[in-house]
């Protein structure tokens, strides 16, 4: 028996078929890693173009609004005026998700952009306009920044 397994290590074949079974494993791992790498970029994208509101609608907003201000201080305004590049990310970032995960991800984008769809036509982000009440703009804003939280645990890094 152990004459038999010292022919077959000796040959020729075995080490071509050892070479190409290792081959395959690698290239197996190298894809894994290279999709992984692939989707940690599109998500770091993803996350990046939230930055900015996610700063302004932490921001403290004083009572009555400042005309000198550049930034818009409400959260619809905040919301509405990034609504094409979040569309713009949301729609690359898209492709990236497994589809295990993809119809949670589209259901959160929804909530976020578009939770009144019974409106026809639809306006994006009307329900966070908190029509000049300071109390509701407040609770607005948590709403905005909980709806965003959704949607960026979808763009955790693997």
Not at 72 to 100: C, V
Not at 114 to 123: G, L
């Amino acid at each position: 028996m152990g004459e038999f397994f010292s022919l077959i290590i000796k040959s020729p074949i075995f080490g071509i078929i050892w070479g190409l079974v290792g081959f395959l494993l690698g290239n197996r791992l190298g894809l894994g890693r290279d999709k992984r790498k692939e989707f940690n970029d599109a998500a770091q994208t993803f996350r990046d173009s939230f930055v900015n509101e996610i700063r302004l609608l932490n921001k403290r907003r004083t009572s009555t609004p400042s005309w000198t201000n550049k930034e818009p201080e409400i959260a619809y305004e905040i919301i509405k005026k990034a609504m094409s590049r979040h569309e713009e990310a949301y729609i690359s970032f898209r492709h990236h998700i497994g589809k295990f995960k993809l119809k949670g991800f589209e259901r959160a984008w929804r909530e976020y952009c578009e939770p009144n769809i019974k409106e026809v036509p639809s306006k994006p982000f009307i329900e966070y306009d908190s029509l000049g009440d300071y109390q509701k703009e407040k609770e607005m804003r948590k709403l905005v920044l909980d709806r965003i939280n959704h949607l960026l645990k979808y763009a955790q890094p693997k």
